[in-house]
């Protein structure tokens, strides 16, 4: 574990580089203003940060979590990506929160933080399993591994994986869309 900001530090075990111009599938997802979006019809630039889970101030976050490289961080990733809204806004690029927690659970959190954007629910893992995502089992729980894709027009272009330190992902896909894709 990495003691100066206490988070266990992931590492490319190789588990996305299938992804990369990959289309996304078929497939509609719940958003937490209880809108399905359809993965396949996005059009323009859309980013996806995928999370494990989003802790609540009233349930106990599990036991050893700080110690799973890639675990900590969901809700300062997720406010990074609240707090560059703007830019994204500005580029013209769509973000999308996403974890496998049910959208009843991710409203909390939307109020919680005013976040600006959605949050989609890959409850049943249909999205996860079809991408085949990493994934890692806490409680009995399955969660993704923290992934970031880039998508035009619903196919990928850019992984970012792991991601590491959560807090600076949104600010690392603005620099890339940037330097890249404008």
């Given at each position: 574990?990495?003691?100066?900001?206490?988070?266990?530090?992931?590492i490319?075990?190789?588990?996305?580089?299938?992804?990369?111009?990959?289309?996304?599938?078929?497939?509609?997802?719940l958003?937490?203003?209880?809108?399905?979006i359809?993965?396949?019809?996005?059009?323009g630039?859309?980013v996806f940060?995928?999370?494990?889970?989003?802790?609540?101030?009233?349930?106990e976050?599990?036991?050893?979590?700080?110690?799973?490289?890639g675990?900590?961080?969901?809700?300062?990733?997720?406010?990074?990506f609240k707090?560059?809204?703007?830019?994204?806004?500005?580029?013209?690029?769509?973000?999308?929160?996403?974890?496998?927690?049910?959208?009843?659970?991710q409203?909390?959190?939307?109020?919680?933080?005013?976040?600006?954007?959605?949050?989609?629910?890959?409850?049943d893992?249909?999205?996860?399993?079809?991408?085949?995502?990493?994934?890692?089992?806490?409680?009995g729980?399955?969660?993704?591994?923290?992934v970031?894709?880039?998508?035009?027009?619903?196919?990928?272009?850019?992984?970012?994986?792991?991601?590491?330190?959560?807090?600076?992902?949104?600010?690392?896909?603005?620099v890339?869309?940037?330097?890249?894709l404008?």
């Open positions: 574990m990495n003691k100066t900001n206490k988070l266990a530090i992931p490319d075990d190789g588990k996305c580089d299938h992804l990369f111009n990959m289309t996304l599938p078929q497939l509609s997802l958003s937490t203003s209880n809108n399905t359809d993965l396949s019809k996005l059009e630039l859309t940060y995928f999370y494990p889970r989003m802790g609540r101030p009233d349930i976050t599990p036991a050893g979590w700080g110690d799973i490289p675990a900590s961080g969901c809700t300062p990733q997720t406010c990074s707090d560059q809204h703007e830019d994204f806004s500005r580029l013209e690029v769509d973000v999308y929160g996403v974890s496998t927690q049910a959208s009843s659970y409203k909390e959190a939307v109020d919680r933080l005013s976040l600006p954007f959605d949050i989609l629910s890959d409850e893992l249909n999205l996860t399993e079809m991408l085949n995502l990493p994934t890692f089992e806490v409680e729980v399955i969660l993704t591994k923290r970031t894709l880039i998508c035009q027009d619903s196919k990928i272009i850019k992984v970012f994986y792991p991601v590491y330190p959560p807090k600076e992902n949104a600010q690392e896909v603005i890339y869309i940037k330097n890249n404008l």
